[in-house]
């Protein structure tokens, strides 16, 4: 009888530390497995301390007079330089599609990320994801969504299905030495809008959470290590407040950054735009500092900039004020003749942005290589 009790109680130590010693070694390997994204992490921090790195989505895609073709930039045609961070947009993806909902190639997107990343540059992805409940596109906020997409709903398989796709996407983003390259992901962005079916009125906050915690455990699990996690929420319709910037927020532990996204258009002037953003800017700085986040301006821009001085006189000043480590200014749409968002040849702001580029605050490619 003695020696049954001990051999079972033997037993059940031996399988208590193998449990505990492969719990530790998953826990390091997650860890260990991080180490291109801690690295993405802390040269950002870096960066920050030293100015603004600046950023523009789709820059070697096209241009405000040119698309598709190779090796050309309207940022690197006025100023001499890339910028140091290039955006990139996932929607359509998740549908299997060759192409992005602009028309970029995915496998072009994967090439022209890898390049940027090897000159130096750094890399962020959004994801307009289309609704997975109508068929329809992102801004499509009908059908319930976000709830048929988390387990238990109806739309969880094929949900999963989606997530497998945008991380094998960026797992597949590697140097020719097969080193991951990273990337700052911004899953569910402009959530306080509610215009997207992940946006406000569209799901409750908790149910938001859920949605991206979900993402993150679920493409960690897929070995998406070289992520830098976002958490990129819009300009509020009041004054910004901590409490209200931090209504979506989805955990210390799954968010690396934080930021905000603010446009300027016609019908607003300068002085409100700089008052929005500082409006926004002075609670990210503080959320920032309270959490221990790197901090952006996720995403700006003026349509068609036809102010000529609006990036030295309007943009700088306030950038010069908060220590962001980056801002992307968004497209010069090819095929939306209203969104063009940073200079170009024979552009209005052309001569500015080459001041923009020639102050101290302003990093491109060249000044964080
Ligand atoms: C939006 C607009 C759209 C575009 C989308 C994804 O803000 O620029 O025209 O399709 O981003 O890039």
Redesign the pocket.
């Known amino acids: 009888m003695k020696s049954t009790l001990l051999l079972r109680t033997l037993i059940s130590l031996f399988i208590l530390m193998t449990t505990l010693a492969a719990i530790a070694i998953a826990s390091s390997s997650m860890a260990a497995s991080r180490q291109s994204a801690i690295k993405l992490i802390n040269r950002l921090a870096t960066i920050q301390k030293q100015g603004v790195m600046i950023g523009h989505?789709d820059d070697p895609m096209y241009g405000c007079s040119w698309k598709w073709e190779e090796n050309r930039s309207d940022v690197k045609e006025v100023c001499g330089d890339y910028p140091a961070v290039m955006g990139f947009?996932l929607?359509d993806l998740e549908l299997g599609k060759d192409k992005n909902?602009?028309g970029v190639p995915f496998d072009r997107m994967r090439k022209e990320i890898i390049r940027q990343h090897e000159r130096g540059g750094i890399i962020t992805l959004s994801w307009?994801t289309n609704n997975p409940a109508t068929g329809k596109n992102a801004w499509d906020f009908e059908g319930d969504a976000v709830s048929k997409v988390l387990p238990g709903g109806e739309l969880n398989k094929k949900f999963n299905s989606w997530l497998t796709m945008v991380s094998n996407f960026i797992n597949s983003l590697k140097t020719a030495d097969g080193k991951k390259v990273p990337v700052i992901f911004r899953p569910w962005h402009e959530m306080s809008g509610g215009w997207f079916w992940w946006g406000e009125g569209r799901c409750t906050a908790e149910q938001y959470k859920k949605l991206y915690r979900y993402t993150y455990n679920y493409m960690m699990r897929r070995g998406c290590s070289n992520i830098v996690w976002a958490y990129s929420p819009n300009l509020a319709d009041q004054t910004e407040t901590v409490e209200h910037y931090e209504k979506y927020y989805p955990g210390d532990d799954v968010v690396d950054l934080i930021g905000i996204d603010i446009y300027q258009r016609e019908e607003h002037g300068n002085a409100q735009y700089q008052g929005w953003l500082r409006s926004e800017l002075d609670v990210v700085k503080k959320v920032g500092e309270k959490r221990k986040k790197l901090i952006a301006l996720t995403e700006t821009g003026y349509n068609n900039v036809p102010d000529s001085t609006w990036f030295t006189k309007t943009l700088l000043p306030v950038l010069k004020e908060y220590p962001i480590c980056y801002v992307l200014l968004?497209?010069n749409?090819w095929d939306?003749p209203t969104?063009n968002y940073i200079a170009a040849p024979g552009k209005p702001s052309e001569q500015d942005f080459m001041e923009f580029y020639k102050d101290p605050k302003t990093l491109f490619i060249k000044d964080i290589k």
């Open positions: 989505q947009d929607g909902l602009d307009h968004w497209r749409a939306q969104e």
